[in-house]
């Protein structure tokens, strides 16, 4: 099926959308899981929540596709009181593997200010934070949010976060321990260098920030960034024992109507990729970046209190823009195009098709795939 025919069908389609009467939605109130239960005033104490999805997967000209139960995620918070408080989420994966995504003590000094300390996510782009399984277009997680930002990232450390009074402004701002140094790579980058809490090495800090931007109705603008050194249990001085990362990103949310869109760029420089590879026979990338936009609209009647919304996504990612001493593998630069629907058949419960459009530059290979799968969030 002609790429270009598709694009410009699902614009056209969402173009002469636009303009049901429904109200804009504030986005400076989305919520997260995490920040839905530390915000729930009808609890007393505890607060219990769970999400999650299962999946089917058949590549192109596959004889057999993969049914999964991808994840299923326990959330816990605990108030000990108005002012402290603890969440916790246990992930079971493809129901075999178990996680904690994340356990941190959340302390409110202020009403504008927040000490956080624990297992926390990185505040990177917008998936990480918001990874619940019913937030984004699609069965799978944009591909930009799994191999440069590796989603779902989350280390042990303490900061703050809070708003600027009086200016429309969120910030994070987090001191954390490093990726491992042990098996990056060119193919996903830094992804095999998450650490997730589990006995993890520090021999030096990183730091993470955020600012986001929401004076406007319905829009979210978000600039974020992350460096420092990767950790090892070598000596520091052995050439190549670790590597500096430097992470910038940007990225919006846009909702107007019945119309939604979103968009974000990161760029990841690894300095000392040369010095790594020859050590550890490794094909790690000097430069990285990644991209993706999309939109989607709600075809049904506002006063449905189920949605419909066809979509459509775009994303282009390189984790070999940049090479020392090695040869850029083009293989490594990807394209996908995403486009299917989410059926929100009630708030907290989507049933999701889509179909993805691959292919890389070395080969220019398809590896197209259909996707469908249910989400849930309560």
């Given amino acids: 099926m002609n790429k270009l025919f598709i694009i410009s069908s699902i614009t056209l389609m969402l173009s002469f959308s636009g303009f049901s009467q429904t109200k804009n939605i504030d986005s400076a109130i989305q919520k997260n899981a995490a920040q839905t239960l530390l915000t729930n005033k009808q609890a007393n104490k505890l607060t ?8 089917y997967n058949e590549p192109e000209g596959s004889l057999k596709g993969t049914m999964d139960v991808h994840r299923m995620v326990l959330l816990l918070g605990y108030n000990f009181t108005d002012n402290v408080q603890f969440l916790t989420e246990i992930e ?6 178990v996680f904690i995504e994340q356990a941190f003590l959340n302390y409110r000094v202020a ?10 996510l990185v505040p990177m ?3 990480n934070e918001y990874h619940e399984s019913t937030t984004f277009f699609g069965v799978e997680r944009p591909s930009v949010d799994h191999d440069i930002i590796p989603t779902t990232w989350r280390e042990i450390g303490i900061g703050v976060s809070g708003k600027i009074k009086d200016v429309p402004l969120k910030y994070q701002a987090y001191i954390f321990n490093g990726f491992n140094s042990d098996n990056l790579r060119g193919k996903d980058g830094l992804r095999k260098g998450r650490q997730k809490g589990a006995e993890s090495v520090i021999s030096s800090p990183t730091f993470s920030g955020k600012l986001d ?3 406007v109705s319905g829009l979210r603008l978000g600039a974020s960034t992350y460096f420092g050194k990767t950790q090892t249990a070598l000596k520091n001085e052995v050439s190549g024992a670790t590597v500096g990362v430097f992470m910038i990103g940007f990225d919006a949310r846009y909702v107007y109507k019945k119309f939604k869109a979103r968009g974000q760029y990161i760029s990841t420089t690894i300095n000392g990729a040369k010095e790594y590879n020859s050590l550890n026979n490794s094909d790690l990338g000097s430069k990285m970046y990644g991209w993706y936009l999309e939109a989607g609209y709600n075809v049904l009647s506002v006063k449905n209190a189920q949605k419909f919304f066809p979509f459509i996504r775009y994303e282009q990612y390189d984790t070999h823009a940049k090479t020392e001493g090695i040869p850029v593998n083009k ?3 990807r394209e996908i195009l995403t486009t299917g629907i989410n059926y929100d058949l009630a708030d907290g419960i989507t049933v999701k098709v889509d179909y993805q459009f691959k292919k890389n530059q070395l080969y ?15």
């Fill in 111 to 120: 009403n504008n200010f927040n000490v956080k300390a624990g297992l926390m």
């Fill in 92 to 97: 079971y994966e493809h129901v075999k593997e």
């Fill in 213 to 215: 931007y929401y004076g």
């Fill in 125 to 127: 782009g917008i998936i």
């Fill in 364 to 378: 220019n290979t398809k590896n197209n795939q259909f996707n469908a799968g249910i989400a849930f969030w309560f």
């Fill in 48 to 55: 219990i929540g769970m999400y999650g999805q299962v999946d």
């Fill in 331 to 333: 293989a490594y630069n």
